[in-house]
């Protein structure tokens, strides 16, 4: 009699909550079964690349998480609360730490999990490089829990700034597509609340997007790096390129020039994985933290352990660097797991992963968007702009939404955004 194989996800974000749900789905047609257990220490999922609208307020937050334990409902996976702080390769069993409370009770106790096929999906977080004061005095929005805890920040900063006249210096650090991202949200939430009757209010408020190196979005191509910046600035964004910042406080940023008054400041700039990760039994790491990984997208020191994601270190045959941390490898990544991770269990080869490099968008809220068409298809290598830009942005999210909730249910969650567009206020004003 064959043995119920046990399969844990540890990580619920783009990669892990579709691993998960696509295998808990799947595992009927399974040999023996499996059981499915998705690990996370927050409670909901939200969207990776859309959680610089969370932080801005230009969405709500209650509208696009889904909650663990209705997805595992749905789909039929378990849920654990947990964060993972090690591996006991020997016994394979994931360590679990404790969950507490912020007045420091202790909600889930520490403890271990047992697994046959290990996946980490812990994805990535912002790097700060080690500056000083960055970890005290600067928001981060790499997680939903950070990005509702700096919308919290703002909206009672905006209030402030509106009700006595004073002025309001947000400092962005990163000119890749979050901190370009969220420049233009709060732009945009500026002028919807100038709308709801806070006259004068963009007039108080100053946004800087501070980028180490000489161009936005280094990632994408110079055109759309140049028009971005130039986009920005049309919209009263202060594009600071080449601007190195040594050190943050509770006044602003030390700059090369000098000190940049910021009352909020955000650190979207660099990436790295998490720190437990360079500690997880004896397993290969890179300076960031990732895990590397075979191209099967097994760890190079136990075939048992999958890593995927930003969390995953892969360099492709004839590539001089890993694959970027990004939702789309991360879907990549996911959907070739989901494909062959049954074979695997079962003995069988599996072949290399291959990536596919469609291209990158990038959405200046409802002003503009841009996009590369990446390596593949009729018009690789060109460039879009404008509607066509933002349509595509906005496929993305949707086909997640359909991946982890299915067809129907994808399309009706897009219908209700598109009631709650219309009925709704476009920004939070609670």
Not at 88 to 108: P, Q, T
Not at 194 to 218: C, D, F, M, S
Not at 398 to 403: D, G, L, P, V
Not at 404 to 421: E, M, T
């Amino acid at each position: 009699m064959q043995t119920q194989q046990r399969i844990v996800v540890v990580g619920g974000g783009v990669a892990g909550i579709e691993i998960a749900t696509s295998l808990a789905r799947r595992r009927r047609d399974w040999p023996g079964a499996a059981s499915v257990t998705l690990i996370d220490s927050d409670v909901a999922h939200v969207w990776k690349p859309m959680l610089h609208t969370i932080a801005a307020g230009t969405r709500d937050i209650s509208q696009q998480q889904t909650t663990y334990l209705a997805q595992a409902r749905q789909a039929g996976f378990s849920y654990q609360p947990g964060e993972l702080c090690g591996v006991d390769r020997g016994r394979r069993e994931v360590v679990l730490a404790e969950i507490r409370s912020a007045d420091g009770r202790v909600l889930v106790p520490a403890r271990r999990a047992s697994y046959d096929a290990l996946v980490v999906a812990v994805g990535s977080q912002a790097n700060d490089f080690r500056t000083p004061g960055v970890a005290s005095h600067c928001f981060k929005i790499d997680s939903r829990v950070q990005a509702d805890a700096f919308n919290h920040e703002l909206r009672i900063r905006v209030l402030q700034s509106f009700a006595h006249g004073e002025p309001l210096s947000i400092a962005i650090v990163g000119g890749g597509a979050t901190g370009v991202e969220l420049a233009a949200e709060l732009v945009q939430l500026v002028d919807v609340a100038e709308g709801y009757g806070a006259r004068g209010l963009a007039a108080n408020i100053q946004i800087h997007l501070i980028e180490a190196g000489p161009r936005l979005l280094p990632a994408f191509p110079r055109d759309i790096s140049v028009a971005t910046s130039v986009r920005l600035q049309s919209l009263g964004v202060r594009v600071m390129l080449g601007t190195q910042v040594k050190a943050a406080n509770a006044e602003g940023l030390v700059l090369d020039s000098g000190v940049l008054p910021a009352a909020l400041r955000v650190w979207a700039a660099g990436v790295k994985a998490p720190s437990f990760l360079a500690e997880m039994d004896g397993l290969e790491t890179n300076h960031n933290n990732q895990l590397l990984v075979l191209p099967t997208l097994q760890t190079t020191l136990d075939p048992a352990i999958y890593a995927v994601g930003d969390c995953a270190a892969l360099t492709l045959p004839g590539g001089e660097r890993p694959l970027p941390p990004t939702a789309q490898v991360a879907h990549q990544q996911a959907q070739y797991l989901v494909r062959n991770l049954r074979r695997h269990l079962s003995g069988e080869k599996i072949p290399d992963f291959a990536y596919r490099d469609f291209g990158a968008l990038v959405s200046l809220a409802d002003y503009d968007a841009f996009g590369s068409l990446g390596k593949f298809g009729i018009f690789k290598g060109g460039t879009i702009r404008g509607r066509l830009a933002q349509f595509s942005h906005i496929m993305l999210y949707r086909s997640h939404q359909a991946r982890i909730h299915g067809f129907w249910r994808g399309g009706l969650l897009w219908l209700v955004d598109r009631l709650n567009a219309r009925l709704r206020a476009p920004i939070r004003l609670d």
